[in-house]
Every structure is written in structure tokens, then in C-alpha cells.
């Protein structure tokens, strides 16, 4: 049997977190959207980010 005492629960008023992003531009590769959090410190950056290539993203009004 598992215990689920080490599970933290979510915080109800924790602030969501905001993103920026960036787009690279790649010659000999699809471009890249880096999506990383807005207020992420130079070390924090090493390692909060998520690498989208172009063929990841599909039109809003599809998804509707």
C-alpha cells in the first residue's frame, strides 16, 4: 500500500505564475519558442524553461 503523506496539496491562493517567452530563430533548424517564467532569476533560468519547436503549436480557433 502507498501512502500519500509526502503529496503536498495545492495552495488555493497561490498567485499563478507568469510567463514570457522568446522566440530563436534557427538556420538550419525549425525556430524555437522558449516559454520560462517572467520573474526567474539568471540561475532559475538554467533550469524553469520549456523548448517548443514550430510544428508543437496548433491555431487557437482549431482547439475551440
Do not use: G
Not at 514570457?20 to 530563430?25: A, I, P
Not at 516559454?35 to 514550430?54: C, G, K, N, V, Y
Amino acid at each position: 500500500m502507498t501512502s500519500n503523506a509526502d503529496v503536498t496539496p495545492p495552495v488555493p491562493d497561490a498567485l499563478p505564475i507568469e510567463l514570457d517567452h522568446v522566440t530563436v530563430e534557427n538556420e538550419d533548424a525549425p525556430n524555437e519558442c522558449a516559454i520560462f517564467p517572467r520573474e526567474a532569476s539568471e540561475e532559475q533560468l538554467m533550469t524553469a524553461w520549456i523548448s517548443a519547436h514550430d510544428d508543437s503549436f496548433v491555431a487557437l480557433e482549431s482547439m475551440r
